[in-house]
């Protein structure tokens, strides 16, 4: 317990300089495009996890990929000590472009708002002095921890099997998985994680003048006959419990055409010619695979009735597989919660998959025993200009990793 206590001391005493590092990371522009900026981001945390003992190594992406790599740190101590798996992410949502990019406090120093400020810079600050506190308290030296800080969370490089391919080296070599991504609240983390795919429907028709649609040989037009695909998906397919199905971007008329990595298209027709061709590019998200083969087979079906004179066809690719909810999940979730009940906080609980989106820790899931995610600090408005942390809750999800990973570890 002396151990422990020298831990929690530390954090505590530490706190200060903890936010001050978020601060400085927050300022720095880390979008997913910005390599640049993500790389800065990585060279301090490379610094940081140095200092500790960790090797480090920046794995870069192919220059054709245009995205930042992966920082691995590896610190090994005893061969007999498990391995842990600590997973967050170095980039942002918000672009160099983006309005919203400086750090400052609100509510009267209670919170801070910024770009990244809890997803996932909240993340690497609490990875990075659960790891000081377990050296300070000796606890470090015997332990063998992996972090991979993954340069594009937010916007995965394809193909994946590239872009994740040092994370699941690790976890292959790993007994457990921790996620840092941000809580979304003081009593929940993180056992099940949906899987994604995206999907590409086009939809094509004869470009006649408008007059003539609705006859027998003009049909429909490409516009009606995709928008029968998507309401025959929202009416037939909505109700499904774990399963949502978004058209996130959609593009029609006389020419359609998607910039798929920017996410944004042009389109031109004419309000007196009937539309040529409509591109739709959504995205699926299941609970399971069971699900996600059913529901690819029933798109599919639905695209293949089109109206007359119109022509439907459906792609889709698979970008991240299910965290499966498991009982050792459940088990390492007892455990952290026993450490919160410990630090005198709250049980524990498993979120509802259907609240969170995916995550880096669902490419490893299968390759490890267990893992855990959502154990960043907590806050609101990720992915919005009202991206905002609780800045009490720092200390308190620090104090929870390192003493989980103590404990683990021994």
Do not use: C
């Amino acid at each position: 317990m002396l151990d422990e206590q020298s831990i929690t001391s530390y954090v505590d005493s530490h706190s200060v300089e903890q936010v001050a590092l978020l601060e400085k990371l927050v300022n720095i522009n880390s979008g997913t495009d910005n390599v640049d900026g993500v790389v800065k981001v990585g060279d301090l945390m490379k610094a940081e996890l140095e200092a500790l003992g960790f090797d480090t190594r920046w794995h870069e992406l192919p220059a054709g990929m245009n995205h930042a790599g992966s920082l691995v740190a590896v610190h090994d101590g005893n061969k007999s000590a498990k391995r842990i798996l600590l997973i967050g992410h170095l980039d942002t949502v918000f672009p160099a472009t983006s309005k919203f990019q400086e750090y400052s406090l609100i509510d009267g120093g209670k919170k801070a708002k910024g770009p990244g400020v809890i997803d996932d810079k909240g993340g690497l600050v609490t990875i990075l002095y659960a790891l000081q506190a377990l050296k300070h308290s000796g606890a470090l030296q015997d332990m063998n921890i992996s972090v991979v800080l993954v340069g594009d969370e937010e916007l995965a490089a394809k193909p994946t099997e590239i872009s994740r391919e040092w994370l699941i080296a690790e976890a292959k070599r790993s007994d457990i998985a921790l996620g840092f991504e941000f809580a979304l609240s003081p009593n929940q983390l993180i056992t099940e994680r949906r899987g994604l795919s995206e999907w590409f429907l086009t939809s094509t028709g004869i470009d006649k003048h408008s007059a003539t649609i609705f006859q027998p040989e003009t049909g429909f037009g490409a516009v009606y006959e995709s928008a029968r695909v998507l309401d025959e998906i929202r009416s037939k397919l909505s109700g499904e419990q774990g399963l949502t199905i978004n058209p996130g971007l959609i593009l029609g008329g006389a020419t359609a055409q998607e910039d798929v990595p920017n996410g944004q298209g042009t389109a031109s027709g004419r309000k007196t010619t009937i539309a040529r061709i409509v591109s739709v590019h959504g995205d699926l998200r299941f609970s399971s695979e069971e699900q996600r083969s059913s529901t690819e087979a029933r798109l599919q079906e639905i695209a293949s009735h089109s109206l007359p004179q119109t022509h439907s066809e459906l792609k889709i690719k698979a970008i991240m597989p299910v965290m499966v909810d498991r009982e050792s999940n459940r088990k390492l979730l007892q455990a952290y919660s026993k450490v919160s009940q410990d630090l005198d906080g709250p049980a524990l609980e498993s979120a509802p998959s259907a609240e969170r989106g995916g995550a880096d820790i669902s490419y490893v899931n299968k390759y490890v025993t267990a893992s855990l995610d959502g154990l960043g600090a907590w806050g609101q408005g990720a992915h919005s200009e009202n991206e905002t942390i609780d800045l009490g809750s720092l200390p308190v999800v620090t104090k929870r990793a390192a003493l989980f990973i103590s404990r683990y570890g021994k």
